[in-house]
């Protein structure tokens, strides 16, 4: 009995006899019709010849060729839009922090959660900007 590795041997050689015997060009266009047929590729050229024409291809129109035109003398007179007061001045300035509104103090675990934080979101700030009006930021809670 062979033993499994002279039995590859001669399953190779085998293989290789049966190969040498068609040439290459055959065996790529054998390879080209599998895909060709398994891809449906023949089918849908015959479908689109039938279906599709051709595009006809067609000129433009021409166009009768214009002049320039004349340079002319004008004048236009800027009118500014009026204010509509709906911005803020820069900078803006907190007058001083004791204004300041906070919500109520959260604990908060750290990630590893070995410790804890208290802490307090600001609710509001109210600052003023360069035109001395008065300026209100208020924040949501984001830490509940």
């Known amino acids: 009995m062979a033993t499994l590795a002279q039995q590859r041997a001669a399953i190779a050689a085998g293989m290789r006899a049966s190969r040498q015997a068609t040439s290459e060009a055959s065996r790529r266009a054998t390879g080209e019709a599998i895909v060709s047929r398994r891809t449906g590729r023949d089918e849908v050229d015959d479908l689109n ?75 509001k700030f109210v600052m003023q900007d360069a035109n001395d009006d008065e300026v209100i930021l208020e924040f949501a809670n984001g830490v509940s």
Not at 98 to 120: C, F, I, K, M, Q
């Open 49 to 123: 010849a039938v279906i599709s024409q051709p595009r006809q291809r067609t000129s433009l129109r021409s166009v009768e060729p214009r002049g320039s035109v004349p340079a002319l003398v004008g004048r236009g007179n800027y009118a500014a839009p009026p204010a509509t007061g709906g911005g803020i001045a820069s900078p803006l300035v907190e007058p001083t922090a004791s204004t300041r509104e906070y919500y109520d103090p959260v604990l908060l675990p750290t990630t590893d959660g070995l410790a804890w934080v208290r802490w307090r979101s600001v609710k």
